[in-house]
């Protein structure tokens, strides 16, 4: 009952996770439309979008909702705008995000990447994720787990990119706050100018239909 009329494949559906239907600018679009509908104030909004941009300058993939929920539960803003917002953090985005915190990190901690970009996220990323399938086999096996890696990847990048995270991500969050609260606010006031105009017009029609009769 619930399933798609056309199947997607395994390829369309990694080439949507990089490029959605319609494009990027279309989905945008959806996200900012979706944000004006949302239910409470400007400020409460604003202040969901201040947490959902600030989180995706955090290295915690795979947990930014739930990340951007939190402080947005904490800023009493609104959660729904929070998770929105982490639309910010994209296939064509996490890089140069990337960059940015590390490289803020390692300014702030007074130390440097020890080697280039690709090799400081993705090799690191991929022989952290090795040392965690090991160690994970090793629970069932005779192997000794090993922690070299993890402790690399912890040192020269996770612990850097979550401190170097905080700078442009208040940058960021501050922006997006400053940009949202009179966008939403201007919109909220001509959806209601034009729901009491129609309010109105109904008024108007049901009265004259006693007066003809």
């Known amino acids: 009952m619930f399933k798609r009329r056309d199947s997607r494949s395994i390829l369309r559906l990694v080439t949507e996770v990089f490029w959605p239907r319609g494009g990027w600018v279309r989905a945008a679009q959806y996200v900012k439309h979706r944000m004006r ?31 951007a929920g939190i402080l947005a539960l904490l800023m009493r803003g609104s959660i729904l705008a929070a998770l929105l917002a982490t639309f910010l953090g994209n296939p064509l985005t996490y890089v140069p995000i990337a960059w ?16 280039g970009l690709d090799e400081s996220i993705f090799s690191k990323f991929g022989a952290a994720a090795g040392d965690l399938w090991h160690n994970f086999i090793a629970i069932f096996t005779p192997e000794t787990a090993h922690w070299d890696e993890l402790h690399r990847f912890y040192d020269d990048v996770f612990f850097p990119w979550m401190v170097g995270a905080i700078l442009p991500g208040l940058v960021c969050g501050v922006i997006c706050y400053y940009l949202s ?7 909220q006031k001509r959806r209601s100018a034009r729901l009491r105009k129609k309010m109105e017009k109904l008024r108007a029609q049901a009265g004259a239909a006693p007066a003809k009769r």
């Open 37 to 67: 509908r949302l239910p409470g104030t400007p400020e409460q909004i604003a202040r969901g979008v201040f947490a959902g941009a600030f989180t995706v300058f955090t290295p915690f993939f795979g947990l930014h909702f739930v990340v």
């Open 181 to 187: 609260v009179p966008v939403i606010h201007a919109y």
């Open 100 to 115: 940015i915190s590390l490289q803020t990190g390692h300014w702030m901690l007074g130390t440097s990447m020890r080697s």
